[in-house]
């Protein structure tokens, strides 16, 4: 018997494509079990999330398995060449090594990325109650999940944001501890500002202000994200009660001086400021930094701590893709013995 790995992901194929072949949460476990049905398929597990769909099977031959499947999942259409070019074929060892990098989260779109490993062992519950999984894919699902634990335990693979806006809300989440009665002020509409702004949202921000030259867009911006718009000439005022100011306006000039500051630093008790500079040109004076209680960031160092947490999640690759081998070594070991035997 042979382990096949048949699919296609988010790095293989396009939304349009992944769209076509996606098995809806409802039929995973019809959809492995009529697989099974197929000639020489004795065992399937489908797993089809946004960014991938992927058949794993046990077979009597690996290249006639392949065609049934294809033929299944083209649901009565012809599966032509093109299609053909979207997907992956992966045995034996190599299929199993695949399915232990999905589950750990190294395959993702966001490297390290947790939901995967739940969408995957609802897939494979699915299957199991459906009666189309046997001893082979019982026993790799189950090194497959023990794998993902020990990746998630034993690396720091999850740490460290690597977008600009995911890592000014870390940064601001170090120094007020968490967002939760937070508020934020956003000058400027542009889309790094409502990025960044959606992410300190969706961290518990208390409230958002949006200011901008023009009310009609600031009122829109607000909108989105439930906040308040504020008139670009009273946005000090606003100043003085907000814990983050999130600015890029396009501006030529700075647009937030010292003095600015300055003016509400006793109005806001000297509590910590963290501003987050993404215009290009810069928004934020520099010299704004150098007031105590105000922790200033600009692209450049917010570009700085992404790469520099970039690298440290592909060092934590290495060790994982160790774990993983050496996962796969002794499944590939076991199962030999038991064709021995």
Same mark, same amino acid.
């Given at each position: 018997?042979?382990?096949?790995?048949?699919?296609?992901?988010?790095?293989?194929?396009?939304?349009?494509?992944?769209?076509?072949?996606?098995?809806?949460?409802?039929?995973?476990?019809?959809?492995?079990?009529?697989?099974? @049905?197929?000639?020489?398929?004795?065992?399937?597990?489908?797993?089809? /999330?946004?960014?991938?769909?992927?058949?794993?099977?046990?077979?009597?031959?690996?290249?006639? !398995?392949? +065609?049934?499947?294809?033929?299944?999942? @083209?649901?009565? /259409?012809?599966?032509?060449?093109?299609?053909?070019?979207?997907?992956?074929?992966?045995?034996?060892?190599?299929?199993?090594?695949?399915?232990?990098?999905?589950?750990?989260?190294?395959?993702?779109?966001?490297?390290?990325?947790?939901?995967?490993?739940?969408?995957?062992?609802?897939?494979?519950?699915? !299957?199991?109650?459906?009666?189309?999984?046997?001893?082979?894919?019982?026993?790799?699902?189950?090194?497959?999940?023990?794998?993902?634990?020990?990746?998630?335990?034993?690396?720091? $693979?999850?740490?460290?944001? /690597?977008?600009?806006?995911?890592? @000014?809300?870390?940064?601001?989440?170090?120094?007020?501890?968490?967002?939760?009665?937070?508020?934020?002020?956003?000058?400027?509409?542009?889309?790094?500002?409502? $990025?960044?702004?959606?992410?300190?949202? +969706?961290?518990?921000?208390?409230?958002?202000?949006?200011?901008?030259?023009?009310?009609?867009?600031?009122?829109?911006?607000?909108?989105?994200?439930?906040?308040?718009?504020? @008139?670009?000439?009273?946005?000090?005022?606003?100043?003085?009660?907000?814990?983050?100011?999130?600015?890029?306006?396009?501006?030529? +000039?700075?647009?937030?001086?010292?003095?600015?500051?300055?003016?509400?630093?006793?109005?806001?008790?000297?509590?910590?400021?963290?501003?987050?500079?993404?215009?290009?040109?810069?928004?934020?004076?520099?010299?704004?930094?150098?007031?105590?209680?105000?922790?200033?960031?600009?692209?450049? /160092?917010?570009?700085?701590?992404?790469?520099?947490?970039?690298?440290?999640?592909?060092?934590?690759?290495?060790?994982?893709?160790? $774990?993983?081998?050496?996962?796969? +070594?002794?499944?590939?070991?076991?199962?030999?013995?038991?064709?021995?035997?």
């Amino acid at each position: 018997m042979n382990l096949l790995c048949l699919g296609l992901n988010h790095q293989t194929a396009p939304v349009d494509v992944r769209e076509r072949f996606a098995v809806s949460a409802e039929r995973l476990g019809e959809a492995s079990k009529e697989l099974t @049905a197929r000639d020489g398929v004795s065992e399937v597990v489908v797993l089809s /999330t946004c960014n991938r769909m992927e058949v794993y099977a046990v077979a009597e031959e690996v290249d006639s !398995a392949e +065609e049934s499947i294809k033929e299944y999942l @083209a649901g009565g /259409t012809v599966f032509t060449e093109d299609d053909s070019k979207h997907f992956y074929k992966k045995v034996e060892d190599d299929a199993a090594r695949h399915l232990c990098r999905v589950v750990s989260g190294l395959d993702s779109m966001v490297l390290g990325e947790t939901e995967i490993f739940g969408q995957v062992k609802q897939a494979y519950s699915k !299957a199991l109650h459906a009666a189309a999984t046997g001893g082979v894919l019982n026993k790799l699902f189950q090194k497959s999940f023990t794998v993902g634990k020990k990746v998630r335990t034993q690396t720091t $693979i999850q740490g460290g944001q /690597t977008s600009v806006g995911s890592v @000014a809300v870390d940064l601001a989440e170090k120094i007020f501890g968490h967002l939760k009665y937070s508020e934020v002020m956003v000058i400027g509409a542009g889309e790094m500002s409502y $990025i960044t702004a959606q992410r300190m949202m +969706e961290r518990g921000a208390k409230k958002i202000y949006v200011v901008n030259r023009s009310l009609a867009n600031a009122q829109k911006l607000a909108e989105e994200m439930g906040g308040e718009a504020v @008139a670009f000439d009273d946005w000090e005022r606003v100043l003085a009660k907000v814990d983050v100011v999130v600015s890029s306006t396009g501006a030529s +000039e700075p647009v937030v001086l010292p003095a600015h500051v300055e003016n509400v630093r006793a109005k806001r008790k000297y509590r910590p400021l963290f501003m987050i500079d993404i215009a290009m040109p810069r928004d934020i004076d520099p010299d704004v930094g150098k007031i105590e209680e105000v922790y200033l960031y600009d692209l450049d /160092t917010l570009q700085e701590q992404a790469e520099e947490n970039r690298s440290k999640r592909q060092e934590q690759v290495r060790v994982c893709e160790q $774990i993983i081998e050496e996962e796969v +070594e002794k499944l590939s070991i076991n199962q030999r013995n038991e064709y021995t035997q």
